[in-house]
C-alpha cells in the first residue's frame, strides 16, 4: 500500500506540473486584460505603471515562473476585478457552491442506488419502466431547459418557491450557510434538483445494470437456493457488490459537479464558485481564471486517489493483489 500511495502521489504531481504550463498557456492567449484594467482615457503613463505593477510587461515564461512560486507559498494572486487575494475570494463563495453541490450529489445517491436496485429486480414492473424513463429525461433533457422550466413553474406560475438568490444564512464557525434556515432550503430547492438530475439518472442505471447482473449469477441462485429473503440478498449481496462501481462514479461525479455547476448556479444566480468563475471569464480577470482551474485539476487528482483507495477497503482481493 505505501508504495501503491507513493506512486499515485508522483503520477499527480506529474499531472498537476502539466496542466498548470497547459492551463496557464491557455489563459494566457484569451484577450487582453489591460482592456479591462485600463480605460480608454487612461494616459501612457498610467498604462505603463498598470502593466508594471501586475507584472504583464514580463515574458510569458517569467510570469509562469512567478506564479508557481507564489503558488507554493499559498498565493494564488489577487483579483483585477475584486482587487482582493484570489484564496479569500474563493473560500467566500465555496459554502454556497459545496451546500448546493452536496445536496444535489448525496440526494442523487440516495434516491438513485434504491430505484435503480428495484428496476434491476423487478425489470418488467410498471414501476421499473417508470424509473428508466425519469433516468432517460435525467440523460437526454439540458440541464440549462430544466431549469428554466423548474423557474417558470415553481416559481412564476406557482410561486412556491424563489426563482433565484440563496436566502437567509446562519453562521457556523464564521462561515455563512443557507442549509440552516428554512429560508435558505426554500432556495435551495429548485438548484439542487435541476444540478441533481442527471447524477440521478446515472446513478439509477448503474445500479439497475450492476444489480441485473448479479440477480441472474449463480451466487444469488445459491442463496435462494438456501431460503435466504430477496430482501438479504438484495442488502447483503447485491448492495455489497455494486458499490464499488457506484463508489466510483460518485467520487467523480462529485468532482464534476464541484468543478462544472457553472449553469445551475448562473441560471438560478447562486452566488457560488461557478458564478464568480463565469463573472471573471466575462472581465478577464486572469488569476481568478487561474485559480479556478488549477484547484478544479487537483480536485479531480485527489478525489481519484481516494477512489482508488475505497477500491481497496471495499474489494479485498485488490488488498491481497497489492500484498502479493
Sequence with gaps: MPGFLLQRLMQAIVIMAVMSVIVFAGIYAIGNPLEVLIPPEATQDVREATIARFGLDKPIYEQYFYYIVNLFQGDLGR????????????LGRLPATLELVLTAVIGALVLGVPLGMWAGYKPDAISSRLIMAISILGFSVPT??????????????LGWLPSGGRGDTVEVFGVAWSIFTLDGWSHLVLPAINL?????AIMIRLARAGTREIMLSDTVKFARAAGISDGTIMRRHVLKLIAIPIATVFGLELASTLAFAVVTETIFSWPGVGKLIIDSIKNLDR??????????????????????????????????????
Aim: charged content about 15%.
Design 144 to 157: 440549462f431547459w430544466i431549469g428554466l422550466i423548474l423557474i417558470l413553474t415553481f416559481a412564476v406560475n
Design 79 to 90: 483579483s483585477y476585478v475584486y482587487n482582493e487575494p484570489v484564496v479569500s475570494l474563493i
Design 287 to 324: 488569476p481568478v481564471m487561474m485559480a479556478y482551474l488549477i484547484l478544479t485539476a487537483g480536485l479531480f487528482v485527489t478525489i481519484n486517489l481516494l477512489v482508488d483507495l475505497v477500491y481497496a477497503m471495499l474489494d479485498p482481493r485488490l488488498r491481497r493483489g497489492r500484498r502479493a
Design 196 to 200: 441533481a438530475l442527471f447524477k440521478l
